[in-house]
């Protein structure tokens, strides 16, 4: 069965250093999301990307945060200077269609020093 | 920003036994819900779904009930088995815009006895 893959499993950086967070959503989809959960939090929205631009994102998703799509098969987040906040799990997902469901890999964990 | 709640954090049930999630949401404009289950170290994996034109979706073992005057959906699951143990999360979308941007509720630890 297709499936959403992030790398890597586990990212520790120190504060102020940037990071990327790489993902390859499912080969057919259309759309591409980056969500996060803080520990013993919800999984909250961060940013939806479509035909190559953000179509939607969250107050979380500030200055800091930026999304591409550099090649045809993979989608990135990256933080430009991270901050202890920052320490989080990110989910990629990816839906084929707008407004149905979403495949969500298996996160990125993210420790912010 | 509590959209949506699950109010219960955590449920045990014993195996073969009815497990029943619930979640209620404040938001007129979500249309569309899901349910999500989660093991620890692992990304949400999808579950089940109901549009808000529908009432109840049935999936196997896995029935989702919306009842949009009282903003509340329910999960249920019949016979619950141990490989249901984990947390489920519901989630919300709503009208307009092109993407999914869900909406998650805090979730519910299931542990499903012998």
């Known amino acids: 069965e297709p499936e959403v893959t992030q790398t890597p499993s586990h990212q520790v950086t120190q504060m102020g250093q940037e990071v990327i967070l790489r993902c390859v959503p499912i080969?057919?989809?259309?759309?591409f999301y980056w969500y996060r959960q803080i520990l013993g939090q919800k999984v909250e929205f961060l940013v939806s990307?479509?035909?190559?631009?953000?179509?939607?994102k969250s107050e979380i998703f500030d200055d800091q945060f930026s999304v591409e799509r550099p090649d045809g098969s993979n989608f990135t987040l990256k933080i430009r200077s991270t901050k202890l906040e920052d320490s989080a799990m990110y989910f990629c997902?990816?839906?084929?269609?707008?407004?149905?469901?979403?495949?969500f890999g298996s996160g990125t964990q993210l420790s912010v020093l | 920003d509590q959209q949506v709640k699950q109010n219960s954090p955590s449920l045990s049930v014993q195996e073969g036994r009815i497990s029943i999630l619930n979640c209620d949401y404040t938001n007129s404009m979500f249309d569309y819900f899901l349910w999500y289950k989660k093991y620890p170290a692992e990304g949400p994996t999808f579950l089940i779904s109901?549009?808000?034109?529908?009432d109840k979706n049935e999936d196997g073992r896995f029935t989702v009930f919306l009842n949009k005057s009282a903003k509340h959906l329910s999960l249920h699951i019949v016979p619950s088995q141990p490989g249901d143990s984990a947390v489920y999360f519901c989630?919300?979308?709503?009208?307009?815009?092109?993407?999914?941007?869900?909406?998650f509720g805090t979730g519910t630890r299931l542990q499903v006895t012998l």
């Open positions: 997902a990816s839906s084929a269609q707008g407004q149905e469901k979403l495949f």
């Open positions: 989630a919300a979308s709503d009208v307009g815009g092109t993407a999914s941007k869900l909406t």
């Open positions: 990307f479509y035909n190559n631009e953000i179509s939607e």
């Open positions: 109901i549009s808000s034109i529908k």
């Open positions: 080969s057919n989809h259309l759309y």
